[in-house]
């Protein structure tokens, strides 16, 4: 199955960075939209930044100047550069995909929101 994996996650302090990626693999398909969430313990899961397949950003007011949100088609890879992180920024970062994956079962193209299993982001004060 087509499936997300992201990497990059870790502990910094305040102030410093880390670089997200998220990379989909699997099978044939085609990726539109690409998205990075988060969740903090005991809190929703909050959209964090967007890129379209015409490489229109938007983000979340609360990382707006701090992160940067990119794509290497070619890689299949979506990237989030988080600067000057705060300990607010803590939680398990997602990866997301609005897909259409290919099915040889039925010969058909399926409309798939794709989910990665998350990667831990932690920043200490």
């Known amino acids: 199955q087509v499936q997300l994996v992201e990497s990059g996650g870790g502990l910094v302090q305040a102030g410093g960075s880390l670089r997200l990626s998220c990379a989909a693999s699997?099978?044939?398909?085609?990726?539109?939209?690409m998205s990075w969430y988060r969740q903090a313990p005991g809190e929703q899961r909050e959209l964090v930044a967007i890129?379209?397949?015409?490489?229109?950003?938007n983000y979340a007011d609360s990382v707006k100047g701090r992160f940067t949100i990119s794509r290497d088609n070619a890689k299949n890879t979506v990237y989030l550069q988080m600067n000057s992180l705060k300990p607010e920024d803590t939680g398990v970062y997602y990866c997301?995909?609005?897909?259409?994956?290919?099915?040889?079962?039925?010969?058909?193209?399926?409309?798939?929101?794709?989910w990665g299993k998350g990667t831990l982001v932690t920043v200490s004060s």
């Open positions: 699997g099978g044939r398909f085609s990726i539109n939209a």
């Open positions: 997301n995909a609005d897909s259409r994956v290919w099915s040889d079962y039925d010969l058909s193209w399926y409309a798939m929101v794709l």
């Open positions: 890129i379209t397949s015409g490489d229109s950003t």
